[in-house]
């Protein structure tokens, strides 16, 4: 009974990656869930502010860009996300005040009690980073193996099978942090990979950087473009 509740679990968990993208462009969407992201990185408190009120007018729902702010402690720490949140409920107070209606969006669904975590998050890795199976341990995992398994049950599974954000805009918020924060390229690079498996294209991740570089800092977004002309090499002559 817990291995078929865990296979169905499993298959929901996973099923969002498989979601394509064919937009050869960035959408409005998909431009806000980077400036949001990137601003609850660095910190900037009042361009996140404007940013989450044109992520909204942009289609994403209250859930949504609640589940974006969740998702980032695990990259920015829990301060950051923290305060971001602080500024989204200042925010949705000054627009319920103002009488604006925004739509909240569905809950993430529950995960079930008896989910096996380790085999989530391993293949829910795998999947993000274009593997067939889990490599053998190394490095960091086994130096530190309490490390491994918090990412693997809790950010891959805990957090990536809540199923109000796809694969695709999870990726795109965490590279959109760690290309505004400082001493992140090494991750930068791993999730511009998994972005890419997501079905980022070329062109859309030359306008994510461009939209950094202009938006952030620019400093951030040459680093950013630079990554890009590395890892998307093979598609220099896509659209």
Known sequence: MKKNCFSAALAACLSLAGAANAQEALSPRQSQIALIAAYTANGDQKKLKTALA????????????KEILTQLYAYTGFPRSLNAINTFMALMQER??????????????????D??????????????????????????????????????????????????????????????????????????????????????????????????????GRKEGKIAQKLIKEIFHQDKNAA
């Open 115 to 216: 989910i096996n975590k380790d085999e989530c998050g391993k293949k829910v890795r795998n999947i993000l980073f274009g593997r067939e199976e889990e490599p053998p341990a190394s490095g960091y995992q086994l130096f530190t193996p309490v490390i491994d398994t918090y990412l693997k049950e809790h950010l891959f599974c805990d957090i990536f099978y809540r199923d109000n954000l796809d694969y695709l805009s999870r990726e795109l918020a965490t590279i959109s942090a760690l290309a505004a924060m400082h001493g992140t390229q090494s991750q930068l690079t791993s999730h511009l990979f998994a972005a890419k498996n997501m079905s980022l294209t070329a062109q859309q991740a030359q306008q994510w950087a461009q939209l950094i570089k202009k938006r952030v």
């Open 96 to 113: 319920e005040a103002a009488g604006i209606k925004d739509n909240h969006g569905p809950e993430a669904k529950l995960m079930p009690a």
């Open 54 to 65: 044109e992520g909204l007018g942009a289609g994403l729902t209250v859930n949504e860009e």
